[in-house]
């Protein structure tokens, strides 16, 4: 788990890595098999979530209908505010919030798109997530890609958004609004520059 300032490696092996702009949902009261009715209680609060991905590696392993392993397990970035939940409860519709998201890759806008096009509420993800497994205040669970959120979906798509994936030195922006307020704005910014690892170590630029 990195913060918002902390450098990204690229995974060992990817050729293909990825971000995917997501919220993360902070898990506040413990609970086992929850009922999605109860799921929202179990929440504390949200914060920007940036789900590294190495495509290539997650394609392979898909093929065996295991679902990712190393394809995702890199790192994750979250901050760089946690927003408690009754700040944004006003906003909530549908299955998330309205809250716009978009990201930028080295200044040009990829992904633009709003927190309540998620195909499943926070409720009925804690509910699943806690089915035989004990929830535990700090987890903290991704509410999945905003529609174009990701540099995948433009290359399977065929957009002139794509150019190619990310590489060393690349610096991503992920924003969503209400989550944080940068001096005026009211949209949440988060800087995170991607480094490239070589022979196992990240090389950090400066």
């Known amino acids: ?3 918002p ?6 995974f060992p092996g990817s050729e293909q890595f ?19 009715n109860h799921g929202w209680d179990h929440i504390a609060g949200y914060t ?4 590294w991905s190495a495509r290539g590696l997650q394609r392979h392993e898909m093929r065996l209908s295991l679902g990712p392993a190393k394809g995702k397990d890199g790192a994750n970035t979250i901050g760089p505010l946690f927003v408690t ?19 930028c890759v080295n200044g040009k806008l990829i992904s633009e ?3 309540d096009q998620m195909d499943w509420s926070f409720a009925e993800m804690v509910a699943y ?30 957009t002139e958004k794509f150019d190619r994936w990310l590489q060393a030195g690349d610096q991503v922006r992920l924003a969503v609004e209400h989550l944080v307020v940068a001096p005026g704005s009211s949209s949440g910014v988060v800087m995170l520059p991607v480094v490239g690892v070589r022979g196992g170590h990240a090389c950090r630029s400066g």
């Open 48 to 51: 920007i979530y940036g789900d």
């Open 18 to 36: 990825d971000f995917e702009l997501e919220v993360g949902a902070v898990i506040g009261r413990a609970g086992h098999d929850i009922n999605p």
């Open 129 to 158: 997530a806690s089915r035989g497994a004990e929830l535990r205040p700090g987890d903290v669970l991704g509410s999945g890609t905003v529609p174009t959120g990701c540099l995948y979906e433009h290359f399977a798509m065929g």
């Open 1 to 3: 788990m990195l913060g």
């Open 113 to 115: 798109g709003w927190l």
């Open 5 to 10: 300032s902390d450098p990204v490696p690229i």
């Open 85 to 103: 939940a009754d700040e944004i409860a006003v906003h909530r519709t549908g299955n998330g919030f309205h809250l716009r998201m978009n990201a």
